[in-house]
Every structure is written in structure tokens, then in C-alpha cells.
């Protein structure tokens, strides 16, 4: 089946520091989002991107898509202690199809 | 902002028997989904469900679940005869179109553990 890997799988960084991952997969992917997930509740979207090349931002949030639509980053710039959480980035593959397939995770811990 | 209501949050079950988790997706979406997640794994598809049918499905999604819309507000998932390994949250999950723009809501997820 089609994998979405991400990198790093965890970062510890200080309160306001700005944040770096990404995901890649070795099918293209006709859609990206990134995803949050916090404890013991549901995934929740944070950014939806629909182009090739497209860079998309939400408040401190900035993603993009790849050219090559195998990739997609996700930035957050001076992190808060809100921003804790599992961070998922997951593709569609087929437009009118809304199955996701999620990668693997990254998680984040801010230190005071 | 609207919501998907899940029921139980948490469900212990004994091996080989029959679970029903519970899920009432927003009221004026018409596309049904149920994502399953292991501890400490990803979120992974288990099916779609549209105009009362399924319209997609995974491998994991094998003879022994099941999914039913049996009135116009709840949708359900069954597992006829739980195993060890479907120990997981199940996220139920909602849109009102498959729009490519189209947000999916997911619910909070129950906690299914299987002894």
C-alpha cells in the first residue's frame, strides 16, 4: 500500500523557536493536509493544499506541496506550548476520493 | 464549530466478542468514514460509507466488521468477534462532499482494548 514517511519522528525544541518537518511518499499524491493531533481526541486540519508548487499559510503555520507531488513540508514559526501535539501529514490520492492515508507522525515537545 | 459525537470513549471487551462503537456524524454531511489508530502507530482507513453503502475499504476492514447507518442520525461500526490485535481508537469521521476542498471532522475516537 502506499506509505507516507515523515522526519523527523519527534523534536524537542524551546518555546519560540520556529519548527521543521516534512513527509514524503514514493506515490504522488493529488492532495496534501497536515493534521494535529493532541491526546485522547481526533485528528484536526490544519492546512489543505491542492497544487503542485502551492504554498499555503495559517498563521504561524506555512505549508507547501511539492512539484513533484511525492512531498509536502509543514513550518511553524515561534513555537507556543500549544503547539504540542503529534503532527500528521496525510494525501489523497484520487480527486472526489476522500480516503486519507496518514504518515507516520511527528511529535513535538516544547521545553519551557 | 460543529461536531462528531463518539460513544463509548472507552470500551473493554473480552476476546470473541461483539462490540458496537457508536458515532453521529454532523447532521447535514452525507459521506461516513472510520479510521483506526494502534497505539502509538498511524491513523490508518478502515471504510467509507455513502448513500447507504460502502464505497470503499481497506484490507483491515475484513468479514468481521461492519458498518450501518440505522436511522438518519447514527452510524455504526461492528466488530462480530474481536481479536487481541483490534485493540486501537476508532475515529469516526464526516464531510458533506468528496470536494477536494471539503474538510473531513473526525470525532474524539473510542478506546477499544480487547483482554
Known amino acids: 500500500g502506499q506509505q507516507l514517511n515523515q522526519s523527523p519522528q519527534s523534536m524537542f525544541i524551546q518555546e519560540g523557536e520556529d519548527v521543521s518537518m516534512n513527509c514524503t511518499s514514493s506515490?504522488?499524491?493529488?492532495?496534501w493536509l497536515w493534521y494535529k493531533q493532541d491526546p485522547g481526541e481526533g485528528p484536526v486540519l490544519l492546512i489543505a493544499?491542492?497544487?503542485?508548487?502551492e504554498l499555503t499559510s495559517n498563521g504561524r503555520l506555512t505549508a507547501q506541496f511539492g512539484i513533484t507531488r511525492k512531498d509536502s513540508f509543514l513550518n511553524i514559526s515561534a513555537s507556543i506550548p500549544s503547539d504540542v501535539g503529534i503532527y500528521f501529514c496525510?494525501?489523497?490520492?484520487?480527486?472526489?476520493?476522500?480516503?486519507?492515508?496518514f504518515g507516520t507522525g511527528t511529535r513535538l515537545t516544547i521545553i519551557p | 464549530e460543529p461536531e462528531v459525537t463518539q460513544t463509548p470513549s472507552h470500551q473493554v471487551t473480552q476476546m470473541g466478542q461483539e462490540v458496537i462503537l457508536r458515532c453521529v456524524p454532523i447532521?447535514?454531511?452525507?459521506?461516513f468514514y472510520w479510521y483506526r489508530q494502534i497505539l502509538g502507530q498511524k491513523v490508518e482507513f478502515l471504510v467509507s460509507?455513502?448513500?447507504?453503502?460502502?464505497?470503499?475499504k481497506s484490507e483491515i476492514f475484513d468479514d468481521q466488521f461492519s458498518v450501518e447507518r440505522p436511522d438518519g442520525s447514527n452510524f455504526t461500526l461492528k466488530i462480530r468477534s474481536t481479536k487481541l490485535e483490534d485493540s486501537a481508537m476508532y475515529f469516526c469521521?464526516?464531510?458533506?462532499?468528496?470536494?477536494?476542498?471539503?474538510?473531513?471532522?473526525f470525532g474524539s475516537g473510542t478506546q477499544l482494548s480487547v483482554l
Open positions: 496525510a494525501g489523497q490520492q484520487n480527486f472526489g476520493n476522500e480516503k486519507l492515508t
Open positions: 460509507f455513502y448513500n447507504n453503502e460502502i464505497s470503499e
Open positions: 493544499l491542492y497544487k503542485a508548487g
Open positions: 447532521s447535514n454531511h452525507l459521506y
Open positions: 506515490s504522488i499524491f493529488n492532495t
Open positions: 469521521a464526516s464531510s458533506s462532499t468528496v470536494a477536494t476542498n471539503e474538510k473531513l471532522f
